[in-house]
């Protein structure tokens, strides 16, 4: 997929997890969080031309594993914020998803951390110097 195409993408998964926000929907906000968050680790993985992206590929698909270097790798590249993001991402993921043990509140103080990955990976992909 595209830069662009992802960019937009991620974004249109944020609004939805905004609006899903709004209307008290804990459980599909946090799902499309977690989706804006594994499409910009797709993402950057595919701009630095990660092995795990030609893993990814061959599979079909990516897996939890693939991601988890491609997050990795990324967190030595561009540093540790990387890491508490896609941790919240996670945890809102499993918790919030799959379980439904979260309310509103809980996706609202893990929210910015996933705006802040989504804003670095807009940065990177369009930052000739990356």
């Known amino acids: ?7 937009k993408l991620i974004e ?10 709004e209307k008290g929907d804990a459980v599909q906000s946090s799902e499309k969080l977690y989706k804006s968050a594994e499409e910009c680790i797709k993402a950057l ?3 630095f031309d990660f092995k795990e992206v030609k893993d990814a590929e061959e599979r079909g698909r990516w ?4 991601l988890e270097k491609a997050v990795r790798r990324l967190a030595e590249r561009l540093g540790g914020a ?6 919240g991402a996670n945890y809102l993921h499993v918790w919030g ?7 509103t509140e809980a996706v609202k103080i893990r929210m910015p951390a996933i705006e802040s990955l989504i804003e670095m990976t807009k940065k990177t992909l369009v930052s000739p110097s990356a």
């Open 1 to 7: 997929m595209a830069s662009l195409e992802r960019v």
């Open 12 to 21: 249109r998964l944020l609004g939805e997890a905004s609006g899903y926000l």
């Open 45 to 47: 993985a595919e701009h």
């Open 63 to 66: 897996t939890v594993t693939l």
């Open 82 to 87: 990387i890491i508490d993001s896609w941790n």
């Open 97 to 103: 998803f799959h379980e439904v043990k979260l309310d």
